[in-house]
């Protein structure tokens, strides 16, 4: 019982490859949890401890530029 | 975390396409399913034609050929009747398939061949410059057509479907992975199988049209998605501009390259 709350809390860990990103803002409109933002015309990772690891942004990403690794995995 | 990069040529990154253009996205969820059927790389021959998603397969890994305007599925179709044993894609778009090559379409699905299509729909020639294609909605703007398209648009999957092709499934890119696995499903099945995926063009498409940004034509495709079972209970107005999306068909028929081996073992044998 004492894992469940713990298992809810999952953490992720995104990096974006910045060379190929083209500033669409998929990835940031569509995080739910408001980690990235647009920066200079590229996604920025802002918030890196909100990351709940959903992925969402990874497999929106039109250009491969997302990488979202689930912490202590 | 989804290792792309063992399928890729990353020495042609980054991808050609425009800033927010929903190919790329197809092309990682493509990546998936092929990884989750554990196909080896040189189990694959991708064929494609000529249009933005026709640029697919320089990306990939895999054997690729690219080939001339319309023409995928005749490329496509000797290659399975020659080597069976490869899977077979083919990359197409909506002018590439259902214009240009619109007699091959309706053919090889009627001779229920066994390629896997995966045909990016975006209303739009977007390589060529934004002119209309056969699935540009009616009072849609295109470079052809300056006060909009005044013509009726084919239902590509009905299409199809009216064919004789034994699966036949449409989703876009709002939904990464239920495209996935109607592409795995689209693989694993014998036979003609068609996914339609609504792939969104922001350059020559939305921005005449001004359906707004690449986040605005996806999130689009989110409040206009019906699944099919619930589109049986609307009413034609009801389903008027909206995008039924699912597992359109999943039927039983004998398929081309089965039935040719019938003959060759039957010949053989007299």
Same mark, same amino acid.
């Given at each position: 019982?004492? /894992?469940?709350?713990?298992?809810?809390?999952?953490?992720?860990?995104?990096?974006?490859?910045?060379?190929?990103?083209?500033?669409?803002?998929? %990835?940031?409109?569509?995080?739910?949890? /408001?980690?990235?933002?647009?920066?200079?015309?590229?996604?920025?990772?802002?918030?890196?401890?909100?990351?709940?690891?959903?992925?969402?942004?990874?497999?929106? %990403?039109?250009?491969?530029?997302?990488?979202?690794?689930?912490?202590?995995? | @975390? &989804?290792?792309?990069?063992?399928?890729?040529?990353?020495?042609?990154?980054?991808?050609?396409?425009?800033?927010?253009?929903?190919? *790329?996205?197809?092309?990682?969820? +493509?990546?998936?399913?092929?990884?989750?059927?554990?196909?080896?790389?040189?189990?694959?021959?991708?064929?494609?034609?000529?249009?933005?998603?026709?640029?697919?397969?320089?990306?990939?890994?895999?054997?690729?050929?690219?080939?001339?305007?319309?023409?995928?599925?005749? =490329?496509?179709?000797?290659?399975?009747?020659?080597?069976?044993?490869?899977?077979?894609?083919?990359?197409?778009?909506?002018?590439?398939?259902?214009?240009?090559?619109?007699?091959?379409?309706?053919?090889?699905?009627?001779?229920?061949?066994?390629?896997?299509? +995966?045909?990016?729909?975006?209303?739009?020639? *977007? @390589?060529?410059?934004?002119?209309?294609?056969?699935?540009?909605?009616?009072?849609?703007?295109?470079?052809?057509?300056?006060?909009?398209? =005044?013509?009726?648009?084919?239902?590509?999957?009905?299409?199809?479907?009216?064919?004789?092709?034994? &699966?036949?499934?449409?989703?876009?890119?709002?939904?990464?992975?239920?495209? !996935?696995?109607?592409?795995?499903?689209?693989?694993?099945?014998?036979? &003609?199988?068609?996914?339609?995926?609504?792939?969104? #063009?922001?350059?020559?498409?939305?921005?005449?049209?001004? !359906?707004?940004?690449?986040?605005?034509?996806?999130?689009?495709?989110? !409040?206009?998605?019906?699944?099919?079972?619930?589109?049986?209970?609307?009413?034609?107005?009801?389903?008027?501009?909206?995008?039924?999306?699912?597992?359109?068909?999943?039927?039983?028929?004998?398929? #081309?390259?089965?039935?040719?081996?019938?003959?060759?073992?039957? +010949?053989?044998?007299?």
């Amino acid at each position: 019982m004492s /894992q469940e709350p713990a298992a809810k809390k999952k953490k992720g860990h995104v990096t974006v490859r910045e060379a190929w990103c083209k500033g669409c803002a998929i %990835c940031v409109e569509f995080c739910p949890e /408001q980690v990235l933002v647009m920066e200079r015309g590229k996604a920025t990772v802002a918030y890196p401890d909100r990351c709940t690891a959903c992925n969402l942004c990874e497999l929106r %990403c039109p250009d491969f530029c997302i990488t979202v690794s689930v912490k202590g995995e | @975390m &989804f290792n792309y990069d063992q399928y890729l040529r990353l020495d042609k990154f980054p991808l050609i396409w425009c800033s927010g253009c929903g190919d *790329g996205i197809v092309l990682k969820s +493509l990546l998936r399913a092929v990884h989750k059927l554990g196909l080896q790389k040189d189990q694959i021959c991708m064929v494609s034609g000529i249009g933005c998603s026709s640029r697919l397969p320089g990306y990939v890994d895999f054997n690729t050929l690219h080939t001339t305007h319309g023409r995928a599925l005749t =490329f496509a179709t000797g290659i399975k009747m020659a080597r069976p044993e490869l899977t077979v894609l083919v990359i197409t778009g909506d002018g590439d398939a259902t214009a240009i090559g619109g007699n091959h379409y309706i053919h090889a699905a009627r001779r229920n061949i066994d390629l896997t299509v +995966l045909l990016f729909n975006n209303h739009i020639y *977007g @390589m060529t410059g934004g002119q209309v294609s056969p699935t540009t909605a009616k009072g849609k703007k295109a470079s052809t057509a300056p006060y909009g398209s =005044f013509e009726n648009t084919f239902n590509i999957s009905g299409l199809a479907q009216a064919a004789g092709a034994s &699966f036949v499934a449409r989703s876009g890119v709002y939904n990464p992975v239920q495209l !996935e696995n109607y592409i795995v499903k689209a693989i694993q099945k014998k036979g &003609f199988s068609l996914v339609e995926i609504m792939s969104p #063009c922001p350059t020559a498409y939305g921005r005449r049209n001004r !359906e707004g940004t690449p986040v605005d034509m996806i999130a689009w495709q989110k !409040e206009n998605s019906v699944p099919v079972a619930k589109a049986g209970q609307l009413t034609p107005e009801e389903l008027e501009g909206k995008l039924i999306t699912g597992i359109l068909v999943d039927i039983e028929r004998s398929e #081309c390259r089965a039935e040719y081996q019938k003959l060759i073992d039957r +010949l053989a044998q007299s």
